[in-house]
């Protein structure tokens, strides 16, 4: 299956940590990576590869991956962090790129 | 700094042809593969396409394959994607985006362009 599913929504407290995770067959070959995006602007790059981060990206973000299931995990949630958020990955076939439907972070 | 802006977004009747563009700025753009994303309205991302960093190789989302043709001109640092046959489902926001590693395809995709709004009426 080349299909990466993720839970529609989740909700934490100021300051407390939230895991978002990713699910498909494909990552138990490659590696997924994050990407925020805030209403109305274009999504940014979070995290990438096993646990990298693109430089101006807050360490509180921070990534995992086991079987066929991949982690975002957001320590300390700021107010900044409510946004969707979407994994991807290689399809089966490696040729090509898989979007999860996102996961709508929302910060109480 | 390094920025992508795309152009060339508009309203199409169904059957028709557009061509959008992403001129890239502020890094060496001959040296990276690029995709093409897009977002219907009120939806999620969907990946459309990638070309190598000298346009050897090229990929497609299969939704568009034979439709849209991605191609690059490194001497004028800019990215296209021609749209065919265009279809009402084809609406979106269609973004471009550079690949994270130099010369490999890494799959990994930052920056993002601000898009361009392709719309495709009933």
């Known amino acids: 299956s080349s299909e990466l599913t993720q839970d529609p929504g989740v909700s934490v407290a100021l300051g407390q940590t939230v895991r978002i995770t990713c699910r498909g067959d494909?990552?138990?070959?490659?590696?997924a990576s994050w990407y925020q995006q805030k209403p109305g602007q274009a999504p940014i790059l979070v995290i990438f590869g096993k646990n990298d981060r693109p430089s101006g990206i807050p360490d509180r973000f921070s990534g995992s991956s086991s079987g066929d299931t991949a982690s975002l995990t957001i320590t300390g949630a700021q107010a900044e962090d409510e946004a969707d958020y979407y994994c991807n990955s290689r399809d089966s076939s490696g040729e090509h790129l898989v979007f999860g439907a996102g996961t709508k972070v929302t910060v109480l | 700094q390094v920025q992508l802006v795309e152009s060339g977004g508009g309203v199409v009747q169904p059957g028709r042809s557009l061509t959008l563009a992403c001129a890239a700025a502020g890094f060496t753009f001959s040296n990276y593969a690029m995709h093409w994303v897009r977002q219907a309205p009120g939806k999620g991302l969907e990946w459309v396409a990638v070309i190598s960093y000298d346009g050897t190789k090229k990929n497609y989302a299969d939704s568009v394959k034979g439709r849209f043709t991605i191609s690059r001109d490194n001497s004028k640092g800019t990215l296209y994607l021609q749209m065919n046959s265009l279809r009402v489902e084809d609406t979106a926001i269609y973004y471009c985006a550079r690949d994270v590693e130099i010369v490999i395809i890494s799959w990994w995709l930052d920056p993002w362009g601000q898009g361009a709004l392709v719309t495709v009426p009933s």
């Open positions: 494909s990552l138990r070959i490659y590696y």
